[in-house]
């Protein structure tokens, strides 16, 4: 690079040392523009300042993409017919575990940031941040103007009341997946009316994400809001007002008149909730809805088809499927018998039968491809049924077993439970499959009280995020109710050096060094695999050709509020 080290120094003014470290990274050509943006955002330098850094060192300025999308042609102030998987339970930010009810959180509620389709995190109810030098205390600004539906206006006394319910071991919240044995109530502090200090357990190196809407619990709620009520009445400060809701059915809204930021374009909004994905497909190529959330390409395929009339978003994610063995239970307390089913799996094949191609291979890790901590040095797993017949028989199981995989019944789930079960009777293992709606197989998302956390053989849906700290944390960190960790931790696994690793990989901030620990965690977790990661399939969502400027993310949010229709 052909750096202007002056500027380069002025622009360090203030950075913090986290900050001017990534900075260091990129100057010295360790970081690609792609990772410094990225990186950059989570340790909050602003946009302007990341564009200049790049400046200063020899590179044309950059900006990153849109926070929700070009409204594109069409006609503002159209009401927006959408579908979407219908909601598990009742719409409370403390208790939603799903993507249906994760979706009507982010139609009314705002996140102090924003986690964009490219992984890059953006203002939003927060305008800044900034770590310490341990990165163990965050300092995050609030937006100031902002009023919440009923007038109300925002400040600080409302994040924080938000925090610590959320963070509250009593509360059953499902946010502890993140916060749990790192964010803790009395670690919520208030500076003053616009300013919020998170005092950490431990250092955290991408704890923003934490507070995006990656943690799509994370809604701001006004200070002492019982959030049992918010079905009721839906209320945050976000760009759509709830007109109705009824359980099972659908939702509607109108466009918030008061809204701190740009209007919505739509005058009002209408989701319809289904329970499977075929007849929302037929929805919208019947036309009875305007915008589909999110299709599996199995069931799909008209919408994916040379000159379909559809606008359709293909977004590269983390999300994926996670195949969970009971540590704890026989015969898969023996990690010989887990890698054995593993080693069944032929995975190029499983994606192109079920994905047509639209997903990466899964390494029996979190470390998805898309992420940019992922250690690619770690040889991918492959099929190999007579090593797996070895290691059956060495685990003293020459003949195979029978056992039960229960899984939750969405999209190409049951097709690959399918493809699961015929692929284990290569060594003698013989798969009761059972598929449950997601109210059953959550049941309460406790131990004792879920299909999904107490089978023997689990297989559950899990959205994308934008860093794997959740999947390292809440399904394969040693469950322990006190510290708040392993909440999701439905294989039972328990590995203290897993767990040393783990946190040493949250602890950091360097992509280098994250890099370096996460090859540590791959290559543990082949030699255990407590949880089989066979792939990460891309999020695939739909409108009308005529509809413009839906913004699906990774994750599972649909957000409206720039779409338009001609």
Aim: proline share 6%; charged share 15%; glycine share 10%.
């Amino acid at each position: 690079m052909d750096i202007d080290h002056g500027r380069l120094s002025r622009l360090r003014q203030g950075q913090g040392e986290i900050a001017n470290h990534v900075i260091d990274e990129y100057a010295a050509g360790r970081l690609s523009r792609r990772d410094f943006l990225r990186r950059g955002a989570v340790v909050g330098i602003s946009l302007p300042v990341l564009g200049a850094v790049i400046s200063a060192c020899g590179s044309s300025t950059t900006t990153t993409p849109s926070t929700s999308g070009a409204g594109g042609a069409g006609k503002a102030g159209a009401t927006i017919k959408a579908g979407i998987i219908v909601p598990a339970a009742a719409i409370n930010p403390v208790t939603i575990a799903d993507q249906g009810g994760l979706d009507m959180l982010g139609q009314a509620g705002e996140y102090l940031v924003f986690s964009n389709q490219h992984l890059t995190l953006q203002p939003a109810l927060a305008t800044s941040w900034k770590p310490n030098s341990s990165a163990d205390v965050w300092t995050f600004k609030i937006r100031q103007g902002v009023k919440f539906h009923n007038g109300q206006p925002l400040t600080a006394d409302d994040v924080v009341y938000t925090y610590k319910l959320q963070t509250d071991p009593k509360s059953s919240s499902n946010a502890l997946s993140a916060f749990g044995g790192g964010l803790a109530p009395d670690g919520v502090k208030k500076v003053d009316n616009f300013t919020v200090a998170f005092h950490l357990a431990a250092p955290n190196g991408n704890f923003p994400y934490l507070v995006s809407s990656d943690n799509y619990n994370m809604i701001i709620l006004p200070n002492n809001y019982d959030p049992a009520k918010w079905q009721s009445s839906f209320i945050g400060t976000g760009p759509f007002v709830m007109k109705s809701y009824t359980p099972k059915v659908g939702a509607s809204f109108t466009r918030n008149q008061a809204y701190w930021g740009t209007k919505a374009l739509p005058a009002a909004t209408e989701f319809t909730f289904y329970d499977t994905m075929t007849p929302m497909v037929l929805a919208l190529t019947g036309g009875s809805i305007d915008v589909l959330g999110q299709f599996a390409v199995s069931g799909g395929e008209q919408l994916l088809a040379p000159g379909a009339p559809y606008n359709v978003t293909n977004l590269k994610s983390a999300a994926h499927r996670q195949l969970s063995m009971r540590c704890d239970q026989a015969p898969f307390t023996d990690p010989r018998v887990r890698q054995a089913i593993a080693l069944t799996l032929n995975r190029p094949a499983i994606i192109t039968a079920l994905f047509k191609g639209q997903a990466g291979l899964g390494n029996d890790s979190p470390f998805a491809p898309v992420f940019p901590s992922t250690n690619h040095t770690v040889a991918q797993r492959a099929q190999n049924i007579a090593k797996a017949k070895s290691l059956m028989s060495a685990a003293g199981h020459p003949n195979g077993f029978s056992t039960q995989l229960i899984g939750n019944n969405t999209l190409e789930i049951p097709s690959y439970g399918q493809i699961v079960a015929q692929a284990a009777k290569a060594i003698g293992v013989n798969i009761h499959t059972k598929f449950e709606d997601s109210g059953t197989y959550y049941g309460k998302a406790t131990f004792g009280n879920s299909d999904w956390l107490d089978a023997t053989m689990s297989l559950v849906d899990y959205g994308h995020r934008s860093v794997p700290n959740v999947y390292l944390t809440a399904p394969l960190q040693t469950i322990n109710a006190k510290k708040g960790t392993g909440s999701w931790n439905a294989a039972h696994f328990n590995n203290s050096q897993y767990d040393k690793l783990s946190a040493q990989y949250i602890a950091t901030s360097d992509l280098t060094t994250q890099r370096q620990i996460a090859g540590q965690i791959e290559t543990l977790l082949l030699e255990q695999t407590p949880i089989i990661f066979a792939y990460f399939y891309n999020y695939l969502s739909a409108s009308a050709k005529n509809v413009h400027g839906s913004y699906p993310t990774p994750i599972g949010h649909i957000f409206l509020n720039k779409t338009t229709k001609s």
